[in-house]
């Protein structure tokens, strides 16, 4: 009886199989392992980048050597070797895709069983989507109709050669290379991602969305996205990633840099579902992002959405930095851990205007043997007066194996500042499974209901097309891991 | 020369005027202290849990240690001005690192049993029963400054309560700081133990005589509570600018102990405390406290960890701070609660106002957890008094100084309320508001206040 023997329950669900993790047999274009300044020349050569650019990867690489890893994460990192990875791997194909027929019908099948159908994104959802695979933009949809509008959505490399002056401008601006151990590795061989520019008062008329994935063995994945909202400006960016299923570990190291102009405002969501490893923990994405946003304008407003269910270890802050006075920072995360999996996620909040405003809901969720972590910074300057944040973290255990941990800062620089923070630990209530059971429900759709119903402020947050797939996501993860 | 390099030299140099001076118990643990400094070193400011008060700076400075321990001339009622009205206490001093052996109270006002005094004549004179508690809790491989402390302390306090006996009369324990006209740092030690079923109160302030010198005071306090025992632990600090304070707290809670801690920061200079508590019993219950009002440059460093080693014991944690000027505040709280401690409840709360422009607040309540059937929750806010109460206070003819004075005091009354010996509160109650004029504490008699 699944009711009445919760590790039979959870049982089934740890070995709930990874529904994304087939690989594409399609001919691709790697170079070989290994770091050094010779691969960062080549890469750069491969992809026909102008000087500044090259001389930007190499300064980042000159750095990064300079680093060690982090350790101060509550996660446990096995050793990783950066000499065994790939830093490069592209879909072969011959010249680049003037439409969808000229696709590698491989590619497409991929995308097709990842349910982002480019042709029926394009048509029915009225998405924008820019896809990419290993290390190279695929194909973004519904260019032409975003370039009427002046919105520029293109692959990075797409932008590096046709928008140069708006790609030096900003890169680096937010996320400079020198801001952490992955940042600079990324910036050293960053080989494609996304590139969005909102021109002033441009209200972008569909949500624009990209989708990552690893498909290649041993490579690591680096893409870098830049999103840059002028001023009066409107976007909502969907981020969605899957990876197959391998014994060995891989690396995903990205940057998301955002830059918010004057009363401009961004959305960015992210469904994070990178193959989590088995259920013994073997296999699996190192997920290492860093992404972070500035509210350059006064009364510009970042929003960050994220729901975390994938990767055998993530370590990512979305963050905002408040510089304009009126400024708003929000950021909605769930992470579910399960199994080995271990996350150490949060956010920063960085207060510099005057009068900025944050507020942070992270709703933690672990399941089997998994670590979960929230860390957050909210740090309010000398020179931010009246700043305001709220921050809410509550953790909610699976099992009786399972860690839940919150490590929030607060730094106040200011005496008009008014901060609060507040977080619960907890597991499900026994009373409310009691309830549903007692009225038909069965135990498992019963945590599901529970579950859902803990993480609907989040939930809430995202894009409507989102919501539907995370949830999903966050049931697969989770039915009936509790009695 | 580093800050370490410099008592590293010193105890070796002076290593046998150290032990002359001390028992056979206390001279133990220098060997492996010294060895753990060397290979350690004092913690510094890249260190996640001493990001905050830079505790090398502290110690680099050239004091002087009266380790041929001369007796200095002071009579402590003198300078004693924490006198608390109504209440009788059982008063023992200590002067600098040293018991102040002429100013006892007459031992036949103690239960049976019950031996109270220096730690190094005690240590002597039982060694046994000393050793099996000294250096046990005061992890030296935690901090630098636990391990330094016991390189060089000398002397302190001792409190034993066999199984049983219940010490009705509080004790209380003044530590003044004598200066002669020299920088100086004393090294204390205080070492507790409470039987199975015993009961007692102790209430511990620290006081500076002399503002002018530079004083480094480090406190090491290992607190044994053993099943069914009740403890109060109150900590009351009142020195100067000049002073800077070290103290680290070890308690060791075994089952069904009741255990009150409380430190309350009126006056200092730089202050770092570390709370250390771990559960080795089930079902016992810690209540931890305190609060710090800070003004000028002043700044108050607080650590907590708590160990919820075992199943069914219960934490509570409330700390409340006050800034003004340009003080500095920090609180770091983690609480762990273990594998199989299922049944844990854990609640931290700290609360503070910045009431200036330049006033700094730096928090960290941390959560640990790796069992599911718990109940945790911290809170920690930043914030200022509430405007329309000030109104409202302004608006009935309460000047504005008077009504802020007034807020203020209700905030860190909570605190104060957590004390369990009445005569107590209303004598912090009154400190806490004399503080909040800007006045020291007073009391009549004592030179200080005269």
């Known amino acids: 009886m699944k009711q009445d023997n919760p590790n039979e329950i959870l049982n089934d669900v740890t070995s709930n199989d990874y529904k994304y993790g087939f690989v594409t047999d399609i001919e691709t274009d790697i170079i070989p392992n290994g770091l050094n300044e010779d691969i960062i020349r080549h890469i750069s050569q491969k992809k026909g980048e102008p000087e500044w650019l090259l001389e930007f990867r190499l300064k980042a690489y000159a750095y990064w050597r300079t680093l060690e890893m982090p350790h101060w994460a509550h996660l446990t990192i096995p050793q990783i070797d950066y000499q065994a990875i790939s830093y490069y791997a592209a879909p072969k194909t011959k010249k680049a895709p003037k439409s969808l027929e000229e696709v590698d019908p491989e590619l497409r099948k991929t995308f097709d069983k990842l349910g982002i159908s480019l042709e029926e994104q394009m048509k029915l959802s009225g998405i924008a989507v820019d896809a990419v695979m290993d290390s190279v933009s695929v194909r973004t949809t519904f260019r032409e109709k975003l370039a009427e509008l002046g919105?520029?959505?293109?692959?990075?490399?797409?932008?590096?050669?046709?928008?140069?002056?708006?790609?030096?401008?900003?890169?680096?601006?937010?996320?400079?290379?020198?801001?952490?151990?992955?940042?600079?590795?990324?910036?050293?061989v960053f080989s494609d991602g996304s590139f969005v520019y909102i021109p002033k008062g441009v209200r972008c008329p569909m949500e624009l969305s990209t989708y990552f994935r690893i498909n290649a063995a041993n490579t690591g994945q680096f893409e870098r996205t830049l999103i840059v909202a002028d001023d009066d400006?409107?976007?909502?960016?969907?981020?969605?990633?899957?990876?197959?299923?391998?014994?060995?570990?891989?690396?995903?190291?990205?940057?998301?840099?955002?830059?918010?102009?004057?009363?401009?405002?961004?959305?960015?969501?992210?469904?994070?579902?990178?193959?989590?490893?088995?259920?013994?923990?073997?296999?699996?994405?190192?997920?290492?992002?860093?992404?972070?946003?500035?509210?350059?304008?006064?009364?510009?407003?970042?929003?960050?959405?994220?729901?975390e269910t994938g990767s055998a270890i993530t370590w990512k802050y979305p963050s905002c930095v408040l510089a304009g006075d009126h400024s708003v920072g929000e950021f909605y995360s769930v992470a579910v851990t399960n199994n080995y999996q271990q996350a150490d996620t949060g956010t920063k909040m960085i207060h510099i205007g005057k009068n900025t405003r944050s507020t942070i809901v992270s709703k933690g969720i672990s399941a089997g043997r998994s670590q979960n972590s929230y860390r957050g910074l909210v740090k309010v300057l000398p020179g931010a007066e009246n700043a305001r944040n709220f921050t809410q973290c509550d953790s909610l255990l699976l099992s009786s194996d399972c860690g839940a941990h919150t490590f929030p800062y607060m730094e106040i620089l200011n005496d008009t500042a008014v901060v609060e923070h507040e977080a619960t630990t907890s597991k499900i209530n026994e009373d409310q499974i009691f309830y549903c059971n007692q009225r038909g429900i069965p135990t498992e759709d019963a945590v599901g209901l529970i579950v859902n119903g803990y993480a609907k402020e989040v939930m809430n947050k995202l894009p409507m097309e989102f919501a539907v797939e995370a949830q999903k996501l966050l049931q697969i993860s989770l039915e009936g891991s509790v009695g | 020369m580093s800050a370490v390099q410099q008592y590293i030299d010193l105890y070796r140099s002076q290593k046998s005027l150290i032990e002359a001076h001390s028992s056979e118990v206390m001279n133990g643990l220098r060997g492996e202290a010294v060895a753990l400094l060397e290979s350690r070193g004092l913690p510094s400011l890249k260190d996640e849990e001493h990001r905050r008060t830079d505790v090398e700076s502290i110690y680099a400075p050239d004091y002087g240690l009266n380790l041929g321990r001369i007796e200095i001339e002071v009579n402590p009622y003198e300078v004693f001005r924490c006198d608390v009205p109504n209440l009788s206490t059982l008063l023992y001093f200590i002067v600098n690192d040293s018991f102040y052996q002429s100013a006892q109270p007459a031992a036949a006002k103690l239960p049976d049993g019950v031996l109270v005094g220096s730690l190094r004549e005690m240590s002597a004179k039982y060694p046994q029963l000393v050793s099996r508690y000294y250096g046990q809790v005061a992890d030296m491989k935690r901090d630098g400054t636990?391990?330094?402390?016991?390189?060089?302390?000398?002397?302190?306090?001792?409190?034993?309560?066999?199984?049983?006996?219940?010490?009705?009369?509080?004790?209380?324990?003044?530590?003044?700081?004598?200066?002669?006209?020299?920088d100086f740092m004393v090294n204390r030690r205080l070492l507790i133990v409470v039987g199975k079923g015993a009961q007692a109160k102790l209430l511990v302030c620290d006081h500076s005589d002399d503002a002018t010198v530079k004083f480094l005071s480090s406190q090491v306090c290992e607190i044994f509570v053993d099943d069914d025992a009740v403890f109060d632990y109150y900590d009351m600090e009142e020195s100067s600018e000049n002073t800077s304070k070290v103290a680290s707290v070890f308690v060791r809670q075994g089952a069904r102990s009741n255990v009150l801690v409380n430190g309350i920061v009126l006056h200092n200079g730089v202050t770092?405390?570390?709370?250390?508590?771990?559960?080795?019993?089930?079902?016992?219950?810690?209540?931890l406290c305190g609060m710090a009002i800070a003004d000028k440059e002043q700044s108050v460093d607080t650590y907590t960890y708590i160990d919820h080693a075992v199943s069914h014991c219960h934490s509570n944690e409330l700390f409340k701070y006050v800034l003004n000027d340009s003080a500095r505040g920090s609180f770091a709280g983690r609480i762990l609660v273990r594998?199989?401690?299922?049944?844990?409840?854990?609640?931290?709360?700290?609360?503070?106002?910045?009431?200036?422009?330049?006033?700094?607040?730096?928090?960290?309540?941390?959560?640990?957890?790796?069992?599911?059937?718990?109940?945790?929750?911290?809170?920690?806010?930043?914030?200022?008094?509430?405007?329309?109460?000030?109104?409202?206070m302004r608006s009935r003819g309460i000047p504005e100084a008077e009504a802020r004075m007034l807020l203020m005091f209700a905030f860190t009354n909570d605190v104060i309320e957590q004390v369990r010996l009445d005569a107590l509160k209303d004598r912090l109650r009154q400190l806490v508001e004399k503080r909040f004029r800007g006045e020291l504490a007073k009391c009549s008699g004592c030179r200080a206040c005269r």
């Not at chain 1, 692959?155 to 590096?160: I, M, T």
């Open chain 2, 272 to 287: 770092r405390s570390n709370y250390y508590t771990t559960f080795v019993g089930e079902q016992a219950e810690l209540l």
């Open chain 2, 146 to 182: 636990v391990a330094l402390n016991t390189a060089f302390a000398q002397d302190g306090f001792f409190l034993y309560v066999p199984d049983g006996v219940v010490v009705e009369k509080p004790i209380q324990l003044v530590n003044i700081l004598q200066g002669s006209n020299v």
């Open chain 1, 151 to 188: 919105v520029i959505f293109c692959s990075f490399s797409e932008a590096v050669k046709d928008y140069p002056d708006l790609v030096k401008r900003y890169l680096g601006s937010v996320v400079s290379y020198r801001d952490n151990f992955f940042a600079a590795l990324n910036s050293a």
């Open chain 1, 233 to 307: 400006s409107y976007v909502s960016y969907l981020e969605g990633c899957t990876a197959p299923m391998r014994d060995e570990n891989q690396l995903h190291a990205a940057i998301v840099e955002i830059v918010v102009h004057d009363r401009a405002e961004v959305k960015y969501s992210t469904v994070q579902n990178w193959y989590p490893g088995d259920k013994d923990g073997k296999g699996g994405i190192y997920n290492f992002v860093t992404k972070r946003g500035m509210c350059k304008g006064d009364h510009s407003k970042l929003s960050w959405t994220q729901v």
């Open chain 2, 339 to 392: 594998h199989g401690a299922q049944k844990t409840e854990a609640y931290q709360s700290n609360k503070n106002l910045c009431a200036s422009p330049l006033a700094k607040m730096y928090t960290k309540p941390q959560l640990e957890i790796y069992a599911d059937d718990v109940k945790c929750s911290h809170g920690a806010t930043v914030g200022q008094l509430d405007q329309n109460a000030l109104f409202y």
